[in-house]
Nanobody
Framework: QVQLVESGGGLVQTGDSLRLSCAAS????????MAWFRQAPGKEREFVAA???????TYAGSLKGRFTIDRDSANNTLYLQMNSLKPEDTAVYYC?????????????????WGQGAQVTVSS
C-alpha cells in the first residue's frame, strides 16, 4: 500500500524560503514519477513540479527558478524547495505518484496522493 506523508508546511513571510518533504512508503514500482501539486483557496488544483525516474525534472513555467524538486532515493523522500515565496504561493501542497512513470502535468495521471501540507505566505 502506497502512503505519502507531506510535512514542512507553515506560515512564512514574503521572501522567505520553505522546504516541503514527502515521505513515501510502499513504492514497489520500478519506474515512477513523483510530483507536487497545489491548491489555493477557491481555485483548482494545479501542477507545480515533477521528477521523472530518468530523472528529468519539469516545472510550472511561472515557478521555475524559485522552486526546486528533488528526491532522496535512499530514504524515499521527495522534496520541494521553495524560495522567494509570495502571497500567491499560499496553498495546500500535495505530493503525488504516477506508478506508470509518465512525465505528466495532469493530475489525472497520478494515482496516489498525500493528505497535503498548508503553506501560507503573509505579505
Amino acid at each position: 500500500q502506497v502512503q505519502l506523508v507531506e510535512s514542512g508546511g507553515g506560515l512564512v513571510q514574503t521572501g522567505d524560503s520553505l522546504r516541503l518533504s514527502c515521505a513515501a512508503s510502499g513504492l514497489t514500482f520500478n519506474r515512477y514519477t513523483m510530483a507536487w501539486f497545489r491548491q489555493a483557496p477557491g481555485k483548482e488544483r494545479e501542477f507545480v513540479a515533477a521528477l521523472h525516474w530518468t530523472p528529468i525534472r519539469t516545472y510550472a513555467g511561472s515557478l521555475k527558478g524559485r522552486f526546486t524538486i528533488d528526491r532522496d532515493s535512499a530514504n524515499n523522500t521527495l522534496y520541494l524547495q521553495m524560495n522567494s515565496l509570495k502571497p500567491e504561493d499560499t496553498a495546500v501542497y500535495y505530493c503525488a505518484v504516477d506508478p506508470a512513470g509518465r512525465l505528466s502535468r495532469s493530475e489525472t495521471r497520478y494515482d496516489y496522493w498525500g493528505q497535503g501540507a498548508q503553506v501560507t505566505v503573509s505579505s
